[in-house]
């Protein structure tokens, strides 16, 4: 079945350490996206890539940092200059141009001990 | 830029019906997309309105209203399953792009 898949599921790191956090998708979509979802808050986006080798800023990127080397993968790595890096991470993707539906991966929970 | 509100929580009970308003101002628009929510899952995709007017899928149904910057999620008999938030988002004008609300956390009631 295609699909998005997360990993870890449940990640905890102590405070300094940069932690990377892996999408894949087999649904062969260009774009994904990395969403960052706080207790009882909406989804903030982080990164978005729109084809390989591209990618782009979204509202709160500082402390983040992503690649997008093949179109089935777009991994997202928490730095130490995170500053409050402990959340719900969400990624998704979408096929091509035009507003078409988002399909989420089941998410990561990343906890900074 | 883009600006989503809808109300933080809600409750009713169940069997009952409850609408989820979603009001947007934004600098491009696409179209509106609901999303259902439970704790600790991913969102699951719901519905999508890009013309005025009300899209009916059995038990939910949305409406858009371009010109006023408002939609809303109406869940009819309502179930306990249903207990999860609802997240709106619009769509830029590139359609690349979805700027998420905040989310209603419904809770359904015996």
């Known amino acids: 079945d295609g699909g998005i898949t997360q990993s870890p599921k449940y990640l905890f790191r102590k405070e300094g350490q940069n932690v990377t956090l892996s999408c894949e998708q087999n649904?062969?979509?260009?774009?994904m996206y990395w969403y960052r979802q706080d207790p009882g808050q909406g989804l903030r986006l982080i990164y978005y890539s729109q084809i390989v080798n591209d990618f782009q800023k979204g509202d709160i990127a500082e402390g983040y940092s992503v690649s997008r080397e093949k179109k089935e993968s777009f991994p997202l790595t928490v730095t130490s200059a995170q500053k409050n890096p402990t959340a719900f991470y969400l990624c998704?993707?979408?096929?091509?141009?035009?507003?078409?539906?988002?399909?989420f991966g089941a998410g990561s929970r990343l906890t900074v001990l | 830029g883009q600006n989503i509100d809808q109300p933080t929580e809600m409750t009713a009970t169940e069997g009952a019906i409850v609408q989820i308003n979603c009001t947007y101002q934004t600098s491009g628009f696409n179209g509106l997309f609901w999303y259902q929510q439970h704790a600790g899952e991913a969102p699951t995709f719901l519905s999508y309105n890009v013309l005025d007017g009300l899209e009916e899928k059995g038990r939910f149904s949305s409406f858009l209203s371009r010109s006023k910057g408002y939609s809303y999620l109406l869940l009819k008999e309502l179930q306990m399953k249903d207990s999860a938030s609802y997240l709106c988002a619009a769509v830029n004008n590139a359609g690349n792009m979805l700027t998420f609300g905040g989310g209603t956390r419904l809770m359904v009631k015996p």
């Open positions: 998704a993707s979408r096929q091509g141009a035009g507003a078409n539906v988002l399909t």
């Open positions: 649904l062969n979509h260009d774009a």
